[in-house]
């Protein structure tokens, strides 16, 4: 008992001190996590995508959900907040059994990094694989819906020594030109940037995966890609019938620490 009594001044400070540390430990965990989804949160995904894209087979993604503002309007936040819980979930696992992770960048927005065999039928992992996943059904209590996602994918074995920002970049892309055409998904091409309009990539300018020419089929004039500004092609940067120039959408000087790489002012297709 003398023992006991004496060993308490002792453990007491050691057992205050583990215990705070857990209460820290928890504490980054949640800051590191989106409370929603139980994904990782934006900056976390950058810390270990910068490090996952190094790898030969890695593949990055960005997702965005068709129709979700509708899917608010009609059946309230509440219900959209179990459509964003759920996706995250199905994504989450997915990406999981294919040695990868994924993050909510914010509202209906997503991205992963996942590792792809070089000889992967994209069009099975991610039409009948990610795609079906995501639609299948989910009862919300109230309404049985089936989300659907718009991705994009960029495979570093199309882009050796790309860094993560011209990556996210090239799934950004192909995510919105998926959408545009009403795809479940898109391959980004293997040119470093993808033509653009007014700040838009162009719906018919990217090569395919394997180098033949998407969407429109347009051929290529001088081995450049052509770019669609108002109905009309332009091979450079000659103005256009509105007397503007095509725009490219690469970006300089800008940091990927917060993805501000992602065009901030997309207009998007529901």
């Known amino acids: 008992m003398n023992l006991l009594v004496q060993a308490l001044p002792i453990a007491a400070p050691t057992v205050g001190w583990a215990a705070h540390a857990l209460i820290l430990a928890r504490r980054l965990r949640t800051a590191r996590t989106d409370p929603l989804t139980g994904l990782m949160c934006r900056d976390e995904f950058v810390s270990r995508a910068r490090r996952a894209v190094k790898h030969p087979n890695a593949a990055v993604l960005l997702l965005d959900l068709n129709g979700f503002k509708q899917i608010n309007d009609t059946h309230g936040h509440a219900v959209g907040d179990q459509v964003i819980a759920a996706v995250g979930r199905r994504l989450g696992a997915w990406c999981r059994e294919r040695g990868g992770f994924a993050a909510r960048l914010g509202g209906d927005e997503y991205t992963a990094v996942v590792r792809l065999a070089p000889d992967a039928d994209l069009h099975a992992e991610l039409t009948y694989g990610l795609s079906a996943r995501l639609s299948a059904a989910l009862d919300t209590g109230t309404v049985t819906l089936a989300p659907r996602a718009s991705i994009g994918v960029c495979r570093t074995s199309h882009r050796p020594g790309a860094a993560l920002p011209d990556l996210l970049r090239g799934a950004d892309e192909a995510m919105y030109t998926a959408k545009r055409l009403g795809q479940h998904w898109r391959p980004a091409g293997e040119a470093d940037v993808c033509p653009a309009v007014d700040g838009r990539p162009a ?10 020419p998407a969407a429109g ?30 725009v490219d959408v690469r970006r300089t000087g800008r940091s990927g620490a917060h993805l501000t790489l992602l065009p901030q002012t997309r207009r998007r297709a529901s």
Do not use: W
């Not at 719906?203 to 033949?212: C, V």
């Not at 081995?223 to 332009?234: I, Q």
């Open 203 to 212: 719906a018919d300018g990217r090569p395919a995966a394997d180098g033949r």
């Open 217 to 246: 089929g347009r051929p290529a004039v001088d081995g450049r890609r052509p770019v669609v500004a108002d109905g009309r092609r332009t091979a450079d940067g000659r103005r256009t019938a509105h007397g503007r120039r095509p």
